[in-house]
């Protein structure tokens, strides 16, 4: 089964490398499953008063991350549906630091984060799922490179996998 690291190089731009990069050595819906388990331990071992932590002045809590996260799912998982229904349409990038301000996660509680970023989780994994791997092979243009359907996917496993290193390390 296809693992991150046998993706193209052309399947995804110099940008999303990281992210890919990221992606572990599991399958893709090894990968989104996987995922899901992971973050909602690794947040709920996080304690509360850590959560709207800021390490430095304009930096995002945790909260924020959690959103961000949950923003480019949608994001993502929006390209590759457009992308697998054969829609040739070139699909814009997006600002995510304009995103944050306007998301207001830190008005909310972390349990309906977590119920949000399960809700979106969720949906993506059945998306993929319902996939036939020609499907995942489609390739769209988005943010101004090409990219797959397959490559989507694990870009947001790893992107996943990217911020909760980031927050570790933090």
Same mark, same amino acid.
């Given at each position: 089964m296809l693992i991150a690291s046998d993706l193209s190089t052309h399947e995804y731009s110099v940008f999303n490398a990281t992210y890919v990069k990221a992606a572990t050595d599991k399958t893709l819906l090894e990968g989104l499953k996987h995922g899901l388990s992971q973050l909602l331990q690794f947040i709920e071992n996080v304690p509360a008063e850590k959560l709207e932590y800021r390490y430095a002045e304009g930096k995002w809590t945790i909260k924020d991350i959690v959103l961000h996260m949950i923003d480019t799912e949608r994001i993502f998982a929006y390209r590759a549906l457009r992308i697998s229904r054969g829609d040739k349409t070139p699909l814009p990038g997006f600002e995510e630091n304009d995103y944050v301000p /306007?998301? /207001?996660a830190?008005?909310?509680s972390i349990e309906s984060l977590?119920?949000?970023?399960?809700? !979106?989780?969720? !949906?993506?994994?059945s998306f993929f799922e319902s996939l036939?791997?020609?499907?995942?092979l489609f390739m769209g243009t988005a943010s101004n490179t090409a990219i797959s359907v397959r490559a989507i996917g694990f870009i947001i496993t790893g992107h996943q996998n990217h911020h909760l290193r980031v927050i570790s390390e933090r």
């Open positions: /306007f998301a /207001f830190n008005n909310r977590l119920d949000e970023y399960e809700n !979106a989780r969720k !949906a993506t994994i036939n791997e020609e499907q995942l």
